[in-house]
């Protein structure tokens, strides 16, 4: 697949995806959840369709004999006449960023994980067994290394075979129900091995950095996985008031957060919708629960056939596979052939005088001897396509070889841009 097909592909799956996540959006306010677990599931599927859509549907034959050319430019500080801008040029400059990004992400990343080193390095250990938190690693039958720390504005569990929690100061200053309703959901993570699935999203965040609805995807997943923590720390504790009070008492504390890969206990914009859920009363019911489920997921599959139909992604033709597997010429020297004579086309006077501008496109037939065999307009001021076909008609390009290595005819489709400056 040439270049500028992949980042093509690569926008229009961009798009799916939002409008995939879009479409969960509006059903998590018309047809909640409310059962942290059902909802932490429904929003890992809904990434994975995100993931998957692209995949999961028939890509269009590319338009591997199409090409844009000549962006021509009138007026005083003038770029040279003639001068080519193939979509070739910017998908290179895409691609580009997108890896840069990718690798600023993971360098990102990297210093997160550093980061946490120096903080447990710097900690001061505290001992569960001399504390409020004496006997509860018995109770929910996991350990970790409890430390406090300066550094962190709020408790941050990471690590698998060693896990540690990072305690803010403040949980000093706590009494010792508020204590162990903290402590309780930092192990309640380590349970559950969730800084693995946390590095597994900060890797995906990361690679598709890019990816808007993924992200937002993302941030609903840590949501109702909190919130699916906090359900448990209440069945534990045996209520919910000192865990309440416990999360309201670490969002006074104003103290520096530090962006860092691991299980936060509180997150921006977080807090709100997780003591929403813990207040209410009444718990949606089984029946309730399965039918907003199944609407919702008929639903987004609506979703993802109109967001496959309306931004498809496009593959390459079977011509072009077929001269890349006979040693012929790749699928973009054949959508992009060399132009050995090309003359500029001449601003109309009328043009100018009006200050017209506008982009005439061009259908061209170029015949095996490399020359313009047919030229007609396809849209474009009647002016201004008078000037380009006269000129593009003048154009001769190096002769095309098809699979069997020789010439071919191809269709191409020609773009020039009047514009005066």
């Not at 229009?12 to 969960?24: N, R, T």
């Not at 059903?27 to 990434?47: D, S, Y």
């Not at 591997?64 to 007026?75: C, D, K, P, S």
């Given at each position: 697949?040439?270049?500028?097909?992949?980042?093509?592909?690569?926008?229009?799956?961009c798009?799916?995806?939002?409008?995939?996540?879009?479409?969960?959006?509006?059903?998590?306010?018309?047809?909640?959840?409310?059962?942290?677990?059902?909802?932490?599931?429904?929003?890992?599927?809904?990434?994975?369709?995100?993931?998957?859509?692209?995949?999961?549907?028939?890509?269009?034959?590319?338009l591997?004999?199409?090409?844009?050319?000549?962006?021509?430019?009138?007026?005083?500080?003038?770029?040279?006449?003639g001068?080519?801008?193939?979509?070739?040029?910017?998908?290179?400059?895409?691609?580009?960023?997108?890896?840069?990004?990718?690798?600023?992400?993971?360098?990102?990343?990297?210093?997160?994980?550093?980061?946490?080193?120096?903080?447990?390095?710097?900690?001061?250990?505290?001992?569960?067994?001399?504390?409020?938190?004496?006997?509860?690693?018995?109770?929910?039958?996991?350990?970790?290394?409890?430390l406090?720390?300066?550094e962190?504005?709020?408790?941050?569990?990471?690590g698998?075979?060693?896990?540690?929690?990072?305690?803010?100061?403040?949980?000093?200053?706590?009494?010792?129900?508020?204590?162990?309703?903290?402590?309780?959901?930092?192990l309640?993570?380590?349970?559950?091995?969730?800084?693995?699935?946390?590095?597994?999203?900060?890797?995906?965040a990361?690679?598709?950095?890019?990816?808007?609805?993924?992200?937002?995807?993302?941030?609903?997943?840590?949501?109702?996985?909190?919130?699916?923590?906090?359900?448990?720390?209440?069945?534990?504790?045996?209520?919910?008031?000192?865990?309440?009070?416990?999360?309201?008492?670490?969002a006074?504390?104003?103290?520096?957060?530090?962006?860092?890969?691991?299980?936060?206990?509180?997150?921006?914009?977080?807090?709100?919708?997780?003591?929403?859920?813990?207040?209410?009363?009444?718990?949606?019911?089984?029946?309730?629960?399965?039918?907003?489920?199944?609407?919702?997921?008929?639903?987004?599959?609506?979703?993802?056939?109109?967001?496959?139909?309306?931004?498809?992604?496009?593959?390459?033709?079977?011509s072009?596979?077929?001269?890349e597997?006979?040693?012929?010429?790749?699928?973009?020297?054949?959508?992009?052939?060399?132009?050995?004579?090309?003359?500029?086309?001449?601003?109309?006077?009328?043009?100018?005088?009006?200050?017209?501008?506008?982009?005439?496109?061009?259908?061209?037939?170029?015949?095996?001897?490399?020359?313009?065999?047919?030229?007609?307009?396809?849209?474009?001021?009647?002016?201004?396509?008078?000037?380009?076909?006269?000129?593009?008609?003048?154009?001769?390009?190096?002769?095309?070889?098809?699979?069997?290595?020789?010439?071919?005819?191809?269709?191409?489709?020609?773009?020039?841009?009047?514009?005066?400056?």
């Amino acid at each position: 697949m040439s270049l500028a097909l992949a980042v093509q592909n690569l926008g229009a799956a961009c798009l799916q995806g939002l409008l995939l996540a879009a479409a969960a959006l509006v059903l998590a306010r018309l047809m909640p959840l409310e059962r942290p677990r059902v909802m932490l599931w429904w929003w890992q599927a809904v990434l994975l369709a995100c993931l998957a859509l692209p995949w999961a549907q028939p890509w269009a034959p590319g338009l591997t004999g199409r090409v844009e050319v000549a962006l021509l430019r009138i007026g005083p500080a003038l770029a040279e006449p003639g001068t080519a801008f193939g979509r070739w040029a910017w998908a290179d400059v895409l691609a580009a960023v997108v890896a840069a990004g990718v690798l600023l992400r993971a360098a990102w990343l990297a210093a997160g994980l550093l980061r946490l080193g120096a903080f447990r390095r710097r900690a001061i250990p505290l001992e569960p067994r001399r504390t409020a938190l004496a006997g509860l690693e018995n109770t929910l039958g996991t350990r970790a290394a409890f430390l406090v720390s300066d550094e962190v504005g709020s408790p941050a569990t990471f690590g698998l075979r060693r896990p540690v929690v990072l305690l803010p100061r403040a949980f000093l200053e706590m009494d010792a129900e508020g204590q162990r309703a903290v402590a309780t959901h930092e192990l309640l993570h380590v349970r559950r091995r969730d800084w693995l699935v946390t590095l597994f999203e900060e890797g995906l965040a990361s690679l598709f950095w890019f990816h808007p609805a993924l992200h937002l995807v993302l941030g609903r997943i840590r949501l109702a996985r909190e919130q699916r923590v906090d359900e448990l720390v209440v069945v534990v504790l045996g209520g919910r008031q000192a865990y309440l009070e416990s999360l309201l008492e670490m969002a006074r504390h104003d103290l520096r957060r530090r962006a860092v890969p691991a299980a936060l206990l509180l997150r921006e914009h977080h807090l709100r919708d997780r003591v929403e859920l813990l207040l209410k009363e009444v718990t949606m019911s089984r029946a309730r629960v399965l039918s907003h489920l199944a609407v919702s997921a008929f639903v987004l599959t609506l979703a993802g056939t109109v967001a496959a139909a309306s931004f498809p992604l496009a593959g390459e033709d079977g011509s072009a596979k077929a001269a890349e597997k006979s040693g012929g010429k790749s699928a973009r020297g054949i959508s992009e052939p060399r132009i050995i004579h090309k003359v500029a086309p001449e601003y109309p006077a009328e043009a100018k005088k009006d200050k017209l501008e506008g982009i005439v496109l061009i259908d061209v037939r170029v015949g095996k001897d490399g020359k313009v065999a047919d030229a007609r307009v396809k849209s474009g001021h009647p002016t201004l396509a008078e000037a380009a076909l006269a000129a593009v008609r003048q154009w001769r390009y190096e002769p095309i070889l098809g699979p069997d290595r020789k010439p071919v005819e191809a269709a191409l489709t020609i773009t020039i841009n009047f514009r005066l400056s």
